[in-house]
């Protein structure tokens, strides 16, 4: 695993570079067709890296167990020369080896563990995207499409300091456009309209909305206005970022972030954006899935935990359609987008067998099971 972990580490994937990405999808379906027997498609992109889809188990027409996996990261190409892969001690380091190389490394062996062992008795698709740190805009309408029609599905993102993630905050992204009129600032103000202002007015607006009982955030995180200091500023703009529990939080905060009005009737404001990823709730069917997993984990020799975390993944876009649904199922690590980036070693069998008794238990698991807590 190690060895395979260092070659999908040391062939870079940004996710806004398409030849980096497509190479890299060239090179895993070539991985994936020697470690599996499986039917591997790719799905071409115009802009963004071609994706890929892979099918492996009986061909019986049962409701398939969905598994995700981005392989894009947040890293430039060139990285490697500062961030090389390396193993030191019981870490492996490397750029987007966290997030989430590692997860494919682990989903992958277990696969091919249970097909070895003629265990795959329910059809499995394994979708490989190239655009989740973009929010997945080429792939979003095709987890979707796979999603209604799978019997569960499984994201192999990183775990949470060990943890299954049985939670997710839904996002939104909007941005506040504000149109003012220009004066002289010194000679004659009174003439102008300042979109500075109104843009700071509606920013006490945006915050006020945070809540840390219900765990809603908004966050302003990008402010632009204005040209000079003796000009009243014509324009400003200031980006926005929302951070909800529930469906229903979710649908109240876009409509009044979309709905707010200038405090100055003289300016123009125009805002637009919306959620981008919907929440991923702990339904029933996530609380069964965790239930399998606890039981897995236990039968293993250790204690599962989960989590809710505030960021969002492909996961969201499952959330929607009820089916069992679990995220975090990668490795165990930190670092993240960041330079110290990691995995621990010892994770990487132990999640591989972790996420084979899962699949093992949720394909002996009934519809009605299925939705149950």
């Known amino acids: 695993m190690i060895a395979d972990l260092g070659s999908f ?10 030849v980096c990405t497509d190479r890299f999808g060239d090179f895993l379906a070539g991985f994936l067709g020697a470690k599996l027997d499986a039917r591997i498609d790719r799905i071409d992109q115009p802009r963004y890296g071609n994706h890929l889809r892979m099918e492996l188990g009986p061909r019986d027409g049962a409701k398939p167990i969905l598994v995700l996996g981005h392989f894009d990261t947040v890293w430039p190409a060139g990285t490697l020369e500062k961030m090389p892969f390396q193993v030191d001690g019981t870490r492996a380091y490397g750029p987007g080896i966290f997030d989430m190389k590692a997860g494919l490394v682990i989903g992958i062996h277990a696969l091919a563990a249970l097909q070895q062992a003629g265990r795959l008795t329910r059809p499995v698709v394994f979708l490989f995207t190239s655009d ?59 003439l102008g309209v300042s979109a500075i202002d109104e843009i700071a007015r509606l920013i006490l607006d945006l915050h006020a909305l945070n809540d840390p009982k219900t765990g809603t955030t908004v966050n302003v995180g990008v402010v632009q206005g204005g040209t000079r200091p003796n000009v009243t500023a014509a324009s400003a703009s200031a980006d926005v970022d929302l951070r909800v529990t529930t469906i229903a939080e979710a649908q109240r905060i876009e409509e009044l972030i979309l709905g707010l009005q200038p405090h100055n009737p003289k300016a123009r404001v125009v805002i637009s954006g919306g ?22 984990a236990k039968s293993m020799g250790f204690d599962l935990a989960e ?5 969002g993944s492909d996961a969201n876009f499952v959330t929607p359609f009820g089916i069992p649904l679990m995220d975090g199922l990668g490795a165990v ?30 394909q002996s698991m009934n519809e009605v099971d299925a939705r149950a807590g």
């Not at 599905?153 to 949470?160: D, F, G, I, S, T």
């Not at 989590?307 to 960021?311: C, D, E, L, P, R």
């Open 333 to 362: 690590g930190d670092g993240a987008h960041a330079t110290h980036e990691y995995v621990e070693i010892d994770s990487l069998p132990t999640r591989a067998a972790l996420f084979a008794g899962l699949i093992l238990e949720i």
């Open 132 to 190: 989740e740190e973009l929010g997945s805009p080429s792939s979003r309408a095709l987890i979707e499409a796979e999603a209604r029609q799978a019997h569960a599905a499984l994201v192999l993102e990183p775990a949470a300091a060990g943890a299954v993630k049985t939670a997710r905050k839904g996002v939104g992204i909007f941005r506040v456009e504000v149109e003012g009129l220009a004066a002289h600032a010194g000679s004659n103000p009174e």
């Open 9 to 18: 580490v040391e062939r870079e994937s940004p996710s806004d570079d398409k």
């Open 275 to 296: 959620i981008n990823r919907p929440p991923m709730e702990r339904t029933p069917g996530v609380a069964r899935l965790y239930g399998l997993a606890k039981a897995v």
């Open 307 to 311: 989590a809710s975390v505030g960021g």
